[in-house]
């Protein structure tokens, strides 16, 4: 029992149910779309279901599968299953999730939709090349130069609480550029921003006070608030953790070497000062719509946002609805999670609260939808009046993020056609075969 116990705790650390449910789906019995720069990958059914799930793995199965990426069949999972995280599991707790989903789930016979990518993706022999490249298949020591506490967070961040997966940049080939650890990526269409030690380009202004209460209720007064992918991390992860783990996580993390982003000039948390200029209300440049009759940015505003927000942007007295200046979303060089945030909205439930924020990229017909035009308009307007004013939104930025964020130059190559494809698997197998070579004298 405390072995299932432990499990269970390992998995809601692990955040398994957040990709392996889809959304009104059962618990762990798969189907979630995960939208990846090289296509659609569908999780599995991972209840112990003898047909349509993981009921016949045995323990090493299961093992080779989360710390590996290797099917029961043999064949290779895609990276989307973060194995290369949890490869840093030790067997003790490799062993514990194990019993969790054999005893302590609920089998559902219901197969998840197959996934297929396009070609050359769709080889998953090639995620061998890919591992032999970039999976590091050692399950995690500890660094003696550190605490017992640092240790701990290290364990976790690295492995079950995978951060690097959402916030460390990718190379060419997708994988984890293990130079700028958690110097900021996009995932979907959110941008899981730098949370290195950086002052300027990271969270190096946080106290571990904040970077603990942003990890268990996803928000910081006058910082950030969690939405999208990292909204549902601290609604179906982080919040339930033991106050020690969560400490030792954010002291872990605090030390992340800091990464600086020249571009990326003064911190996104004290951008843009509260506004009260409505005079721009019937527009200035930037914002101010060429055709008569399509609202401008101060409009759109008034008439989506200020009941909220405020007129002047400063939120609510009880500071629910946030100021959207000192906000990392309105001051982030980058104004992708601004337009996402308009497009997709906020909801997030934790112990004390549900944060909740319509999203306006809603179906053509629906009452809330705003057009790519307005949503740029808008954003501009907001930036320009409450947040990072030298940022600017295109119609493009915003078309992009609502098809899901960018897409990989991977796939636009494999798009071109079976030659590009095959280029891809070539420069795979090369870069494959001079990392073998390299090898003998390391
Ligand atoms: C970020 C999303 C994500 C998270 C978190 C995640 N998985 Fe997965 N997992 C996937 C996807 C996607 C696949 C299917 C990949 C494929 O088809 O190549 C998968 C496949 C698997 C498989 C292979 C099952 C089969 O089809 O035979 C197992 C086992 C598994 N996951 C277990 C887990 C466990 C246990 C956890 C938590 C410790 C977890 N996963 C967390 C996305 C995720
Ligand atoms: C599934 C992807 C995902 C995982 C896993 C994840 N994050 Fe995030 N994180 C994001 C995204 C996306 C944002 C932006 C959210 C927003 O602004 O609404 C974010 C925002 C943050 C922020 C706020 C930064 C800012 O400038 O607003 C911090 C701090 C943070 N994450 C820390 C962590 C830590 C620490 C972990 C691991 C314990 C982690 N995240 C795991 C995706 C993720
Ligand atoms: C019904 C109330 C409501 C309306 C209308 C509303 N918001 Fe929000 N907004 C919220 C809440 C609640 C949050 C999240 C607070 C939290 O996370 O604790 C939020 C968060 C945000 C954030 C931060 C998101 C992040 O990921 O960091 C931005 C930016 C934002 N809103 C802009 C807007 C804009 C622009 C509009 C108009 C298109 C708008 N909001 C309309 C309630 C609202």
């Known amino acids: 029992m405390a072995l299932i116990k432990r499990g269970a705790y390992l998995a809601t650390a692990s955040d398994c149910v957040a990709c392996h449910t889809a959304s009104h789906g059962k618990p762990f019995a798969g189907g979630l779309p995960i939208s990846t720069p090289v296509g659609t990958v569908y999780s599995t059914n991972i209840t112990p279901s003898m047909e349509d799930g993981i009921g016949q793995y045995t323990e090493e199965d299961f093992s080779h599968a989360i710390r590996l990426g290797i099917r029961r069949d043999g064949a290779n999972l895609y990276p989307a299953m973060p194995y290369t995280s949890y490869a840093r599991f030790n067997d003790a707790d490799t062993q514990a999730l194990y019993a969790y989903f054999m005893h302590g789930v609920k089998p559902v016979d219901e197969?998840?939709?197959k996934t297929s990518l396009p070609f050359p993706m769709d080889i998953r022999a090639s995620m061998k090349v890919w591992n032999g490249l970039?999976?590091?298949?050692?399950?995690?020591?500890?660094?003696?130069?550190?605490?017992?506490?640092?240790?701990?967070?290290a364990y976790l961040v690295e492995g079950a609480a995978h951060c690097s997966a959402c916030h460390t940049p990718r190379g060419f080939l997708m994988q984890e550029d293990t130079n700028r650890d958690l110097a900021g990526a996009q995932v979907g269409p959110w941008y899981a921003p730098?949370?290195?030690?950086?002052?300027?380009?990271?969270?190096?202004?946080?106290?571990?006070?904040?970077l603990v209460a942003y990890l268990r209720s996803g928000r910081v007064p006058g910082k950030a608030q969690a939405a999208g992918s990292m909204g549902e991390a601290v609604e179906h992860s982080f919040q339930y953790l033991d106050?020690?783990?969560?400490?030792?996580?954010?002291?872990?993390?605090?030390?992340?070497?800091?990464?600086?982003d020249p571009a990326a000039e003064g911190t996104r948390f004290t951008a843009g000062n509260m506004s009260s200029d409505l005079s721009s209300l019937r527009g200035t440049d930037g914002i101010r719509s060429v055709d008569v009759?399509?609202?401008t940015g101060a409009e759109l505003f008034q008439g989506n946002c200020a009941s909220c927000h405020s007129a002047h942007g400063e939120g609510s007295k009880d500071g629910y609805y946030p100021s959207l200046f000192h906000n990392s979303a309105t001051g982030a060089h980058d104004p992708n999670n601004l337009i996402a945030a308009i497009l997709y909205g906020v909801n997030r439930k934790t112990s004390d609260r549900q944060a909740f924020m319509p999203g306006f990229g809603g179906k053509p017909t629906d009452a809330m939808q705003l057009s790519d035009q307005d949503i740029a308009l808008l954003g501009n307007y907001v930036l320009k009046t409450y947040g990072r004013a030298d940022t600017v939104i295109t119609e493009q930025d915003v078309a992009e993020v609502r098809h899901g964020g960018p897409s990989s130059n991977l796939i636009a190559l494999a798009r071109g056609g079976m030659a590009a494809g095959a280029v891809v698997i070539v420069l795979l197998v090369l870069a494959f075969v001079v990392r073998r070579r390299r090898r003998p004298s390391l």
């Not at 730098?194 to 904040?210: K, L, M, P």
């Open 293 to 295: 009759g399509i609202p």
């Open 134 to 153: 970039f999976l590091d298949t050692k399950p995690f020591v500890a660094d003696p130069h550190h605490s017992v506490e640092w240790n701990r967070g």
């Open 111 to 113: 197969p998840a939709p």
């Open 194 to 210: 730098n949370v290195t030690s950086d002052t300027a380009s990271g969270i190096g202004t946080w106290t571990q006070e904040e």
């Open 243 to 260: 106050s020690t783990d969560i400490e030792a996580m954010a002291t872990y993390v605090k030390s992340a070497p800091a990464v600086h």
